[in-house]
């Protein structure tokens, strides 16, 4: 008789658990049920339950989890590693400086700190294959990662976001979000924004920050959910969040009487202005 396999210790910190959590969040976004995957398994429903709680996983188990899911073990090990990566320390002002003058260095390092696998990047086409290989050189030799054969990775600094970046780095993000707003068409129906104007304190402009920086996080978590989507499923989207002291145009139009000769000749224009530059009343 063939002796069993031996069944993972979970431990609710491990990286197995860790695995198995992210597992859950593939078949989610994926719309299956454990139903399903029990069907495609042939097993019961109360089994799969029974290993998505990591009783009775076996390495086996294991990867058929993964087929079921699209993915393979490889894949969703690196994934599960991305947990650890609060311990992992920040890109440095020299690194930086490097990335700021290669931008598409900087562009895999925020994918690979945000998740991403050099399989998944590849998979998605989001660069050649020979571009990718060179850009892995470098940061490894950068000791941003750590590289392996078959372009497996070791993350070994992640990329600041640009409120804490050096000057260098946040100069050529800031650029990078100036043309990407300069691009976006306001009056697309398919483009969703608000805006408005407010008038607040120090202890409001804290609050609206933090607010603004909760939000984007909580983006960034449902982004990380969603990354086993393909096709038609996902689509990328630029979201952003602004706070920035400007004078109000609407004021500032009524201080000066004045709107220059074109919109005062156009009653309509002068009136659409108006609109679009006061303050607008808050909606539910």
């Known amino acids: 008789m063939a002796k069993a396999a031996p069944t993972f210790a979970i431990d609710p910190d491990s990286q197995s658990a860790r695995m198995l959590g992210y597992l859950r969040d593939v078949l989610r976004a994926r719309a299956m049920r454990y139903v399903d995957v029990a069907a495609l398994m042939g097993v019961s429903e109360k089994s799969i339950k029974r290993y998505m709680t990591g009783r009775g996983v076996t390495l086996p188990v294991l990867e058929r989890l993964c087929a079921v899911a699209g993915m393979s073990m490889s894949e969703l090990s690196e994934l599960a590693g991305a947990e650890d990566r609060g311990d992992i320390p920040w890109t440095t002002d020299a690194q930086e400086a490097v990335l700021a003058a290669d931008p598409k260095s900087a562009v895999v390092l925020a994918l690979l700190t945000n998740g991403w696998t050099v399989a998944r990047i590849e998979r998605e086409g989001l660069a050649s294959i020979s571009s990718l290989n060179a850009i892995l050189v470098r940061l490894d030799r950068l000791g941003i990662i750590t590289l392996y054969p078959h372009n497996r990775t070791r993350l070994r600094a992640r990329i600041r976001s640009v409120d804490t970046a050096s000057e260098p780095l946040r100069r050529a993000i800031s650029e990078a979000g100036a043309r990407v707003m300069g691009k976006v068409d306001l009056s697309d129906p398919g483009t969703m924004w608000r805006f408005n104007y407010a008038r607040l304190g120090p202890a409001s402009v804290t609050r609206v920050a933090k607010r603004l920086n909760t939000f984007l996080t909580e983006v960034a978590e449902l ?18 969040g602004l706070l920035s002291e400007t004078e109000v145009l609407g004021l500032k139009l009524l201080r000066e009487g004045e709107v220059g000769p074109a919109l005062n000749s156009n009653p309509r224009a002068k009136a659409g202005l108006a609109a679009a530059a006061l303050p607008s009343v808050a909606q539910a």
């Open 223 to 240: 982004s990380r959910q969603d990354m086993d989507l393909s096709g038609e499923q996902v689509k990328w989207f630029a979201v952003c």
